[in-house]
C-alpha cells in the first residue's frame, strides 16, 4: 500500500487528536528552567535569567530580554528586545 506523505501526516494527526494527545503535545511546549544551566546570552555571553511572567530570558548584564516561543527560546540577536532600567526611585512610593 503506498501512502503519500500528506495522506500519512493527516492519518498521524486524526490519530494525535482522537486519542487526547494534542493536548499533551500541547503543555510539553512550556519552557524548563532546567535549561538556563546549558544557556548564555549570544551578545553578552553571560547568563540569562528566566521570567515566567513574560515568557522572556533577560540578559541583565546588557539590558535585553529574549522571547520565548511555545517552549523554545529565540536566542537570534535580532529577536532581542532592549529593557529600560527601573530606577529604584521610580519603584519606592513617593513621600509626602
Given at each position: ?20 494527545g494534542a ?6 511546549a512550556a ?13 553578552s555571553k ?51
Open positions: 500500500m503506498i501512502v503519500r506523505a500528506s495522506e500519512f501526516g493527516q492519518q498521524m494527526l486524526a490519530r494525535i487528536m482522537s486519542s487526547g493536548s499533551k503535545l500541547v503543555k510539553s519552557f524548563d528552567p532546567k535549561v538556563l544551566q546549558f544557556l548564555v546570552c549570544p551578545l553571560q547568563a540569562l535569567r528566566y521570567c515566567q511572567e513574560s515568557q522572556e530570558l533577560f540578559s541583565d548584564s546588557i539590558g535585553v530580554a529574549f522571547p520565548i516561543k511555545e517552549g523554545i527560546p529565540c536566542l537570534s540577536p535580532m529577536a532581542g528586545r532592549l529593557v529600560e532600567a527601573v530606577e529604584p526611585e521610580a519603584q519606592a512610593p513617593p513621600k509626602s
